[in-house]
């Protein structure tokens, strides 16, 4: 059965404490965003200068100017601040940012993350990602498990150009949850999604994992 592109977002909100500050990814990040706990205070920053995030915006409630750094229309709350893009990377690089939830294109088993081109592939360039994986205290991906040309994203090494290297501390994909407990330790899979089988995600993974 799997989990859909909602679930893999409410699975990695379940990773979100209180008092928070978060940073979310373009994709299926950005759905963490409506599947914040009811009570939890988390305060949501986006690398485009803007602290304090609301979910997305109701059709006809959207207001053009407010974007987030992947341009998709939100909303703003009473508490949210502005500021200019000098300030929004200090926070990220100065490691104020407590948790980054990202998507990827591929993940290694070594948790080397590459999230930002595709060789060949008009691409508007890296945003903040490197920043983000560099400079946050705490790095999970929200993703896919394979392509859509039904290949691995958690792979042995990744072919494509990184983001970053050794950062990924959770891997969160439609089959189920891989986490480590340090960077130098492997990952383990410590959650199964609904239907999904051991065996499946042995078939599906490229990657060395534990149980």
């Not at 205070?41 to 959207?62: D, K, R």
């Not at 502005?82 to 990202?102: K, N, Q, V, W």
């Amino acid at each position: 059965m799997a989990w859909t592109r909602n679930d893999i977002a409410a699975r990695a909100a379940r990773e979100l404490r209180d008092g928070f500050y978060v940073n979310l990814g373009i994709g299926i990040p950005t759905l963490v965003a409506n599947n914040i706990p009811d009570g939890m205070t988390v305060t949501l920053q986006s690398e485009n200068g803007m602290l304090g995030i609301g979910p997305f915006p109701l059709e006809g409630e959207e207001d053009a100017d407010l974007i987030n750094a992947g341009k998709q229309t939100i909303s703003e709350l009473p508490s949210t601040v502005y500021f200019g893009s000098a300030e929004s990377f200090a926070m990220i690089r100065g490691g104020h940012i407590d948790l980054t939830i990202l998507g990827a294109m591929e993940v290694s088993e070594g948790g080397d993350i590459a999230n930002w081109m595709i060789p060949g592939k008009m691409i508007k360039g890296m945003g903040g990602a490197m920043d983000l994986v560099a400079g946050v205290k705490r790095v999970i991906v929200a993703m896919d498990h394979c392509s859509k040309d039904g290949e691995s994203k958690f792979v042995q090494s990744c072919s494509l150009p990184l983001t970053g290297k050794g950062v990924v501390d959770m891997i969160i994909t439609d089959l189920g949850v891989f986490e480590r407990p340090d960077h130098a330790s492997d990952f383990r899979l410590v959650e199964l999604a609904p239907g999904v089988t051991l065996d499946e995600i042995a078939a599906k993974t490229g990657a060395r994992y534990a149980v």
